[in-house]
């Protein structure tokens, strides 16, 4: 299991050729890739706050709990922070099992928390200031769908 914040660009087709490399006994692998938008051109840039070592570890909560529920062989989440330009990836998530049902719930449900619950602090800055962002009404319900 592998859970990291970067501030540095990344390229997900990297991250997957690393993640899917020598696994014999694993049957499925599905990706998440959220990229940042534009918004219609309000949003020049995003950026995004956590606190080092505790957001890794509240993360790694849910991400056991993934692996249990769902039989994971393997995860791996990386979340960009700092500053974003629109169509740069924010995070990336992968996760190996025996069987495709598993791999894509297991990717559904860690993507669930960490849009609405994952201690980030995300704020859009463009041409009319910058605001904070929470999660929406439908992030939470998203969420709850898992129970909880």
Same mark, same amino acid.
């Given at each position: 299991?592998? *859970?990291?914040?970067t501030d540095a660009?990344?390229?997900p087709g990297v991250l997957l050729s690393d993640f899917v490399r020598g +696994? *014999?006994?694993t049957g499925a692998v599905a990706t998440f890739t959220g990229l940042a938008r534009a918004e219609a051109g309000a949003t020049t840039v995003l950026e995004l706050e956590a606190y080092p070592g505790f957001t890794e570890a509240q993360i790694g909560r849910i991400a056991d709990q993934a692996?249990? +529920?769902f039989g994971l062989h393997d995860l791996a989440i990386l979340h960009r922070v700092g500053r974003i330009a629109p169509g740069e990836p924010i995070v990336f998530v992968a996760t190996a099992a025996g069987h495709r049902r598993a791999a894509f719930e297991a990717c559904d449900?860690?993507?669930d928390y960490l849009k609405?619950?994952?201690p980030f602090w995300k704020k859009e800055h463009g041409p009319s200031g910058e605001r904070w962002i929470e999660p929406t009404a439908q992030d939470h319900a998203d969420r709850e769908r898992w129970g909880g």
């Open positions: 299991m592998s *859970i990291r914040l660009p990344f390229d +696994r *014999i006994e692996c249990e +529920r449900f860690l993507m609405s619950r994952a």
